[in-house]
């Protein structure tokens, strides 16, 4: 598919793979698109940073190609390895043959048959229909050198390996980054990309989120569930619930047969949305009675 021709076709596009955007979002998206920019997405966890990458690659028809960043990732775990197993046979089958011409032998270890392709040339290969997206998540997690080596790739949208050369993407993947900003990322990179603050969303995006991905709820649930955790952001956590929280509880409560919040409920159920014993024992009991009693007056009014 080819690239939207507008910022309402971008909204209608991420709309039907049941990602509900805001405006602004959907304008850098397009400019993205449009540009052939990287984006960088920064917020907190589980606010659809992520989740815009598979809607746009599902939405395209394009093969999404995931880096999950973590510490102590480097340049070459994210780009190549050589598989050292079948290298081993091979100069095992060749020793047991007998008269192996060691050059000839290494020359035949380091070819592309002995190559595990990793995230980074994966992403610039040709693929069948059209460039793929890259996603190269959490990037907060990697240090400052992964993030030099990133700039320079992403740059030319070209990797090297010493024993082939440099591999060239013959058309630049659409290339996505997040970040849950546990640290800064160096402003070289961020000026390479368009960049965008995927705050919380307001009430009636995060209500229309939730009729999108789990539609089987009945309205009056949805509308409690929303506020309620809209609710819960407002308190003293460690760690405040995203969206994604939000629509796990949904659907626990759905799978519970629950038609309405009670405190007894949400005492039950409070490991879908809360992801630390504090934060848990905080909002039991008298707590969690008093926040619901806060939601109804509030959806009353």
């Known amino acids: 598919m080819t690239v939207p021709a507008s910022i309402d076709a971008v909204e209608a596009l991420l ?58 990732l480097d340049a070459a775990s994210a780009v190549y390895e050589w598989n050292f197993a079948a290298q081993m046979i091979a100069i095992r089958t060749a020793e047991a043959g007998g008269g192996a011409d060691r050059d000839a032998l290494k020359a035949e270890l380091f070819t592309e048959d002995y190559l595990i392709e990793r995230p980074l040339l994966q992403a610039m290969r040709p693929q069948d229909g059209g460039a793929p997206v890259l996603l190269i998540d959490e990037l907060d997690r990697t240090d400052e050198p992964f993030e030099a080596f990133l700039l320079e790739a992403l740059s030319d949208f070209q990797v090297t390996i010493p024993e082939l050369g440099t591999i060239k993407a013959p058309e630049a993947p659409i290339v996505i980054l997040t970040s849950n900003r546990t640290r800064e990322v160096h402003d070289a990179l961020k000026r390479r990309c368009l960049y965008h603050w995927v705050d919380y969303p307001s009430f009636e995006r995060e209500l229309d ?16 569930v929303v506020a309620f955790v809209q609710k819960l952001r407002g308190e003293d956590l460690f760690k405040r619930p995203g969206v994604a929280e939000t629509i796990d509880w949904a659907k626990c409560l759905l799978a519970l047969d629950v038609v309405q919040l009670s405190p007894e409920v949400i005492a039950d159920t409070l490991g879908a949305i809360l992801k630390y014993q504090d934060d848990i024992q905080k909002i039991q009991g008298s707590e969690a009675k008093k926040l619901l009693d806060e939601v109804r007056k509030g959806l009353v009014a």
């Open 209 to 224: 989120i939730l009729r999108a991905r789990a539609p089987e709820a009945q309205e009056a649930l949805s509308r409690e």
């Open 15 to 72: 709309a039907g793979q049941g990602y509900v955007s805001s405006r602004p979002l959907a304008t850098v998206v397009f400019l993205a698109l449009r540009l052939g920019r990287p984006l960088f997405l920064e917020g907190e966890a589980g606010v659809g940073k992520t989740e815009i990458a598979k809607a746009i690659a599902q939405a395209l028809g394009r093969r999404l190609i995931r880096l999950q960043c973590y510490e102590g």
